[in-house]
């Protein structure tokens, strides 16, 4: 008798389903995770680094009133930019988070554009030798002193996989990459996808996406709306704290320089598109690597989704 309860136990832990939405800025991740949630009629975690700062509407392109009246989500705007926050404590939060739903939910929904921050939930995080904690501090002075730049070419030279992959911008991400690299005489990258934790869930991760032209076209009309929704008034909101790691990101740091007086606006737009669309091909760099990742165009009816998963799990 308790083996058998103990069977079931496991099954039904085992039959735990994570679905998990993916693919390049601004190519509709948010309606799709709608759509499935009210589906499964189960609810949302977010995996967008950016989206966590309450500070931080219309610049992430978080989901909008309505849509978070649409389904329940978890870690939207729950952070302030002043918080310490990182991918281990979100990964944390995030699988208490998902032992809790599991309670009332066989499938869970999680959507976002940060990688390291999916990887983190569906894989665990990788693990890294100790290092010489003069090496962060000989990059932070050189980043004090040079800036960002010379940072993340030291990085392609040392690791062109990590430099093709990661968000070059967020200098903290730059920074650990290169003091691995230094600190062991080998790439960050050759440290990924080792011995991951077990999860006791399964995940299905559905890609989505589209032609590039289609991708930047999508890009180039997001980053207007948002102007046209007060992005400008947002950032200037935030000027006082743009030293911060957390707004050092796409959409508000090309603005900061407009108020600096550095830019024109017309330029500081510009730049926006042109980093958001690198920053979307670093996405479908990252993404890509995952061989199991069922790809769909971004126009797919969701009838064709569901028809993947239902047989991916024999629901």
């Not at 003091?179 to 996808?193: D, V, W």
Request: with cysteine.
């Amino acid at each position: 008798m308790l083996s058998f309860v103990l069977n079931v136990v496991i099954n039904s832990i085992m039959t735990k389903i994570l679905i998990s939405i993916v693919g390049p800025t601004a190519i509709g991740k948010t309606a799709l995770s709608i759509k499935l949630a009210n589906h499964f009629k189960t609810e949302i975690i977010s995996a967008d680094s950016r989206q966590f700062f309450k500070e931080m509407h219309i610049g992430t392109a978080a989901p909008t009133p309505l849509e978070l009246n649409q389904a329940t989500h978890h870690f939207i705007h729950h952070k302030s930019i002043e918080d310490e926050y990182n991918v281990g404590a979100f990964e944390k939060e995030a699988l208490q988070k998902l032992e809790q739903l599991y309670t009332n939910h066989d499938v869970v929904i999680m959507v976002g554009g940060s990688g390291l921050y999916v990887d983190a939930v569906t894989k665990g995080l990788d693990h890294f030798p100790d290092i010489d904690k003069n090496i962060r501090e000989k990059l932070n002075t050189q980043l004090d002193n040079e800036g960002l730049e010379p940072l993340q070419k030291e990085l392609k030279k040392l690791d062109e996989i990590t430099y093709n992959a990661i968000a070059l911008d967020n200098q903290q991400r730059v920074i650990r990459a290169l003091e691995i690299c230094i600190g062991t005489g080998k790439p960050y990258a050759s440290f990924l996808n080792k011995e991951k934790n077990n999860r006791g869930f399964k995940t299905i991760t559905i890609g989505i996406t589209a032609e590039r032209p289609i991708i930047y076209s999508r890009i180039n009309q997001r980053v207007d709306e948002m102007i046209n929704d007060g992005l400008l008034k947002e950032a200037e909101s935030l000027i006082s704290k743009q030293k911060m790691n957390a707004l050092n990101t796409v959409g508000y740091k090309e603005l900061f320089k407009h108020f600096n007086g550095e830019w024109t606006l017309d330029f500081s737009i510009s730049e926006i598109k042109k980093n958001s669309r690198r920053f979307a091909k670093r996405q479908l760099t990252w993404f890509k690597r995952n061989e199991d990742t069922l790809w769909f165009d971004y126009k797919s009816e969701l009838q064709i989704i569901l028809d993947a998963v239902n047989n991916t799990f024999n629901f």
